[in-house]
Each structure stands twice: as structure tokens, then as C-alpha cells.
């Protein structure tokens, strides 16, 4: 019988902001705890939240393997990485009195506006060892502003937004930042007439195109790419991965749910525009006599599954303003878009600014993103870059394309 075990520990520190001020920190410390043991090709699954003792985990574990559920024992051998990708952000105990010191100054700056929702500070490390010799650990640390704003003369629930996950921590800019939404809150301007590129969020837009990219759903034959694989589906700038090297993606740790590792720290689904690999778990990489993606993922004491963590899209430029030179659309927010059969996408937009020569110059009206999965990311696909627009917010990679943009 072989086994294999995996930790997560986190601590979150999160504060509420109401009405500008900071309110009610709440400190949370979780650890779970998974067992899987693999007998005569079956797989036996036991978790627990806390610490239970692993002899006991096992052993209902092993009461488990009487499920019957088939899966393939692959065990990583004989390999030992440990890495920390942790950043110094703040103290723990100075982060009520830094986010109060950040909502006053908020307050005073901006005193037409009221500033409510979340700031946490967080840290995560998770541990995997197998009965193979296998001993991985990773620990990775996140600050996060999520930050709803009303102007004190609108009637709305909100108006605008500010969000960032971060490894650092930086008043001034978080506060110069907000200082460029609020000065262009009240620039209204129409849904331009001409076509301009887009400029949305890679975790926005990269979901509808992975979604054909799962194993199992390929090979089913049914999907938008079916009998296509390793043909040049994208445009050439296109680079679709999963990219989980240490320091370079927050909490996620450079193994998956299945202590895979993949050479680089990535997976390429799209490379240079070729579809190139599929999303597989170890059950359905047997089965269909593919390559482990190293995306493996579980829910607590589920059976593993092929997931998509870590995903991201290769850099074309090195910053934002590289691409777009004049005139784009920003799209801040979107809200429960989807994609029909034929691939066509549908995204309402709920936020968006006009961008001009790398600032953002006034607010649009809501409406709504249209256009086929083959030319976002094909023909009309123009490049990835970190957001330059802000300081502090969202340095996530954006992707910048064309839609047909239509009114609500």
C-alpha cells in the first residue's frame, strides 16, 4: 500500500472598512489535513480540518479503499524542494494600525466619497510527502485591498472599485491610485462609435478559452478544438500557461494536488498560438495516454481532478502602454458572462474607463462584450502585458484585443 500526505496552513488577518473607518479585525488560523492511500488500484481518501493524528487519517483511509474507487498509483519518487517565496509586507501586529492609517488618510483626501469592504493580509504554506521518498514544502504570503467605493451624493449601493493582491504594501500609491479613479468618476462619456482595442484581465478572459482545454472534455469529442491538438489554433503572440515558479504567483505552491512538478515550474496549453497540452489529473492522463499538466487539484477529502492553478499568459510586451498607443476601452468589472456552443463570448461589463495614451480619461455606460473565442485570442489578439495604468492595483497581467462592444 503506498501513501501520500498533504498540510495547509494559513493565517489570514482581514479588517472591515465601514463608512471610511477601519473596524473589526478578525484573525483566522485553519489547517487541513489529506491522506490518500492506493491499494490493488483503488484510491482511499480521509481529511480532517485541525490536527488529527496521521495513523488515524490512514486508517480511515484505508476503511475508504471499500468505495471501490478506481485510480492509477503514479507517486513522485524520491524528490525533495523546498521553497519559500515570502515577502516582507507587514507585521502582523502594526496591520489594524496600518489599514486605519490608510482609511483616515483615504477620508481626508477624498471627503465626497465613503470607502467600505476588506483589506486582509494573509500567509499560506502547504507540505506534501509520499511514502516514495517524496518531501515538498512551499510557503507564500498575499496583502489584499478589496475595496468598494460610493460617492456620498449618488444613491448607489457603489460606484466604483479598488482591488489589488500584492506582495508589498504602499500607501501612496494605493492612495495616488484611487486618486485616478476618483478623478475621472465624474468625467462621463459616451460608448465610443469606433472600434478600439480592449483591454481586460487575463482572469477575465482566459477562462472561456481553458474551458475547451480540459482532458476529458477533449477527448470526448465534442469541444471547439476537438482534433486539434498541436495545430496553430491562436494568434502567434498567443501563450496560454500555468506558471507556478516560486515568488511569481503568490500562495500557489510549485506542486499540485498530486505532488507534481513540471520542468520550468510550467505548462504550456497554448505556446506561440499551437494548442499544446490539456488540463489532466493522473486518472485521466492514463487513461488517455497524455502528459501530466501538474494542474492536479482536490476539494478537501475529494478524489483529485484536473484544475487549471496558476494560469496565465505569456508577456508580448513588457508593459501595457508598449501595446496600445491612443485610444482603448479599460474594462474594470464584468459580471456572469458566458460562452454558446459555437464559442461566440458574451461578457457584460459593469465598469469601464476610455484609456488614452496610458491614462484612463473618463467613465463609460455599462454594455456589453461580444465576439468569437477564435478571434480574441486569433486574429484580433494584440498583446499581454503587466497594467501600468496604477501604481499599486492590479498588476496582474491584461490582455488587449477586440470586441464588438454593445449598448445595454
Known amino acids: 500500500m503506498e501513501r501520500e500526505r498533504i498540510i495547509t496552513r494559513s493565517t489570514t488577518y482581514s479588517c472591515n472598512l465601514a463608512a471610511s473607518r477601519a473596524e473589526s479585525l478578525r484573525i483566522n488560523e485553519d489547517m487541513e489535513k489529506v491522506v490518500r492511500v492506493y491499494e490493488g488500484g483503488k484510491i482511499g481518501v480521509a481529511a480532517c480540518v485541525g490536527d488529527e493524528a496521521d495513523e488515524t487519517l490512514t486508517e480511515r483511509a484505508k476503511n475508504a479503499l471499500g468505495q471501490g474507487i478506481p485510480y492509477p498509483c503514479s507517486l513522485t519518487e524520491h524528490s525533495v524542494r523546498h521553497e ?8 502582523p501586529k502594526d496591520f489594524l ?42 510557503r507564500g504570503n498575499y496583502f489584499v485591498l478589496d475595496i468598494v467605493i460610493k460617492a456620498k451624493s449618488s444613491a448607489n449601493i457603489m460606484d466604483l472599485y479598488y482591488g489589488a493582491m500584492q506582495s508589498y504594501y504602499d500607501e501612496d500609491a494605493i492612495v495616488e491610485d484611487i486618486g485616478k479613479l476618483l478623478s475621472v468618476y465624474n468625467k462621463k462619456l459616451p460608448l465610443p462609435e469606433e472600434e478600439l482595442p ?47 515558479a516560486p515568488r511569481n504567483r503568490g500562495c500557489y505552491p510549485f506542486f499540485d494536488a498530486e505532488g507534481t512538478v513540471k520542468e520550468g515550474d510550467k505548462f504550456y496549453f497554448v505556446k506561440e498560438g499551437v494548442f499544446e497540452g490539456l488540463a489532466t489529473c493522473k486518472r485521466t492522463a492514463q487513461q ?41 476601452v479599460y474594462v474594470a468589472v464584468t459580471s456572469g458572462g458566458d460562452m454558446t456552443p459555437d464559442g461566440t463570448l458574451g461578457l457584460p461589463v459593469m465598469l469601464a474607463y476610455l484609456y488614452e495614451d496610458g491614462k484612463l480619461v473618463g467613465a463609460l455606460p455599462e454594455f456589453s462584450l461580444s465576439g468569437s473565442l477564435f478571434d480574441v485570442f486569433g486574429k484580433d489578439f494584440m ?26
Do not use: C, W
Open 84 to 91: 519559500d517565496g515570502r515577502a516582507p509586507i507587514l507585521e
Open 97 to 138: 494600525k496600518t489599514v486605519s492609517r490608510l482609511a483616515e488618510r483615504l477620508n481626508k483626501a477624498y471627503p465626497d466619497f465613503i470607502f467600505s469592504n476588506k483589506v486582509m493580509l494573509g500567509e499560506e504554506e502547504t507540505f506534501y510527502t509520499n511514502s516514495r521518498g517524496t518531501d515538498f514544502s512551499y
Open 383 to 408: 498583446g499581454a502585458a503587466e497594467n501600468d495604468i496604477f501604481s499599486f492595483a492590479d498588476k496582474e497581467k491584461v490582455l488587449v484585443t477586440k470586441f464588438r462592444l454593445n449598448r445595454a
Open 198 to 244: 480592449v483591454i481586460i484581465s487575463v482572469q477575465e478572459a482566459a477562462p472561456y478559452a481553458l474551458r475547451e482545454m480540459a482532458a476529458e472534455g477533449y477527448m470526448s469529442g465534442t469541444g471547439l478544438l476537438k482534433g486539434r491538438l498541436g495545430e496553430k489554433v491562436f494568434n502567434e503572440k498567443f501563450s496560454l500557461l500555468t506558471d507556478r
Open 288 to 328: 488517455f495516454s497524455l502528459p501530466l499538466s501538474g494542474t492536479a487539484a482536490s476539494s478537501f477529502d475529494s478524489v483529485p481532478a484536473a484544475g487549471f492553478g496558476g494560469v496565465t499568459v505569456a508577456n508580448t510586451h513588457a508593459k501595457l502602454s508598449d501595446i496600445v498607443k491612443g485610444k482603448a
